[in-house]
């Protein structure tokens, strides 16, 4: 099983700021990792798959990044509705698996 | 609008059986593979079953042998039959379309998803 590991478990930040959020993965998944934005009470949403391809209504300030074994997803400035948790997710090899999350919580 | 809404979530003893259900609208069911992922209260998602177009199933280590995914596609629902459940199974549980017909196993629709609470 492929284990996803997030860092930072909390980001704290200002709306305008930049948020950098860590994915590592326990072995190589070429470019299958995908992104979500989970917010309090409601389903998970796609931001992000294939590492680096924005999922069809999200904004331009989200991007994906890496290879391998190490990922990272940017928001080049925060709006006060992308504070959320976010959850990485591989799709290389049975079983599935999420991420431990990132919280991005308002400094 | 593409829509999914899962139901038949609720209380159930240790030992007990549920089927969840998840009706879908608003797109082609039949080509696309379709997942249940849970969400134990105050922790991560956690996969549990997928489904591709073709009907192979794929089971979380966790659940194989207790769970069985399975769809309608002339009722474009997708189902989950839980048996033997344990306190561990407790969640909500969503349902998810994945990508495609099933080779991109991303989650792009999820439904608002039902809580199963295993509990004596």
């Known amino acids: 099983e492929i284990v996803l590991t997030q860092s930072p478990a909390t980001l704290s930040l200002s709306p305008g700021e930049r948020a950098t959020l860590s994915c590592r993965a326990s072995?190589?998944?070429?470019?299958?990792l995908a992104w979500y934005q989970q917010k309090p009470g409601q389903a998970p949403r796609l931001l992000i798959y294939?590492?680096?391809n924005r999922a069809t209504g999200i904004p331009a300030r989200f991007s994906g990044g890496g290879s391998g074994t190490d990922f990272t997803l940017t928001i080049s400035s925060l709006y006060p509705e992308d504070f959320a948790v976010y959850y990485c997710?591989?799709?290389?090899?049975?079983?599935?698996?999420f991420g431990g999350g990132t919280r991005v919580e308002i400094k | 609008e593409a829509q999914l809404l899962e139901s038949g979530g609720g209380l159930v003893q240790p030992g007990g059986s549920l089927r969840l259900s998840c009706p879908a609208s608003?797109?082609?069911?039949?080509?696309?593979?379709m997942s249940w992922v849970r969400q134990a209260p105050g922790k991560g998602l956690e996969w549990v079953s997928s489904?591709?177009?073709?009907?192979?199933?794929f089971h979380a280590d966790s659940v194989r042998g207790r769970f069985t995914i399975s769809r309608d596609n002339s009722k474009s629902t997708l189902y989950l039959q839980m048996n033997s459940l344990r306190a561990e199974d407790t969640a909500i549980y969503y349902c998810?379309?994945?990508?495609?017909?099933?080779?991109?196993?991303?989650?792009?629709?999820w439904g608002r998803g039902t809580l199963v609470a295993v509990s004596s």
């Open positions: 608003g797109f082609n069911f039949h080509s696309y593979a």
């Open positions: 997710q591989q799709r290389s090899s049975w079983p599935l698996t």
């Open positions: 072995q190589s998944l070429s470019n299958s």
């Open positions: 294939d590492t680096s």
């Open positions: 489904i591709n177009g073709g009907g192979t199933t």
């Open positions: 998810a379309k994945v990508r495609d017909w099933g080779t991109i196993w991303y989650f792009d629709l």
